[in-house]
């Protein structure tokens, strides 16, 4: 079995699902006492989130180009970095590697490309929701994506993102308002899916929460994750 690297902390809510979710799929597979082979660096997201709101991200760069050549040297086979928004560092640290990343968007497309699901909203951090660095890859897979317009809708649900889910808050309130601002691209652009491009979102909208189809970046992530590792596994 190949050696997964993981890159977490980031928050660490995600990283648990991450974990806790490899190995129950892992155990459900080969049973018995099977669990994957982990190695884990988790970051201190208080450290790194003050760069992000000073646009400093070369140093989050180095930050996570260290870990990553870290795990790389203790045997990882493949890393997973578990969260939507550092993926704006993948192609830099990939390139800095030997060892493949499993980018998060080629996970989530091919779940939408598999259902024929093309047309499709992106919601998930300010920076994954403004920038291009998720979208590009998304439309390079053959998906059409479209964000929130409305600053105000896209600034506060980045801010139930981190002041909320990433330290696992639950509030009811901030359901209903991400459904209505998903309700209202559905009305505005047409879309028929909708991608959650921020490992925390699914704590606080499921499936029976909507209409149309979620295809959860998390979710994707983990079972492309179990997949690669298993290939060719006896």
């Known amino acids: 079995m190949k050696k997964i690297g993981i890159i977490g902390g980031m928050s660490y809510e995600s990283t648990l699902h991450y974990y806790e979710r490899i190995n129950h799929i892992i155990n459900d597979k080969l049973g018995n006492l099977s669990t994957a082979e982990i190695i884990m660096y988790s970051v201190n997201f208080q450290d790194i989130e003050p760069y992000m709101k000073q646009n400093r991200w070369e140093i989050i760069e180095n930050e996570l180009l260290d870990k990553a050549k870290k795990l790389e040297s203790i045997g990882a086979d493949i890393i997973i970095i578990a969260t939507n928004t550092m993926h704006k560092l993948a192609d830099y640290i990939q390139n800095q590697i030997s060892i493949p990343i499993l980018h998060i968007a080629d996970c989530v497309a091919q779940d939408c490309l598999k259902q024929n699901i093309t047309k499709l909203g992106l919601i998930g951090t300010k920076y994954t929701m403004t920038e291009d660095f998720l979208i590009k890859r998304l439309e390079k897979n053959g998906l059409t994506v479209y964000t929130p317009k409305i600053e105000k809708n896209i600034y506060e649900l980045d801010r139930i993102i981190f002041e909320e889910l990433c330290i696992g808050k639950i509030i009811p309130n901030s359901k209903k308002y991400y ?13 028929n899916g909708i991608i959650l491009g921020c490992t925390e979102i699914e704590m606080l909208v499921q499936q029976e929460d909507l209409q149309i189809p979620i295809f959860d970046t998390t979710t994707s992530h983990i079972n492309a994750t179990v997949n690669y590792i298993l290939k060719n596994y006896n």
Not at 183 to 191: A, Q, R, S, V
Request: proline share 0%.
């Open 179 to 191: 459904i209505e601002v998903i309700t209202k691209m559905i009305k505005e652009f047409g879309i």
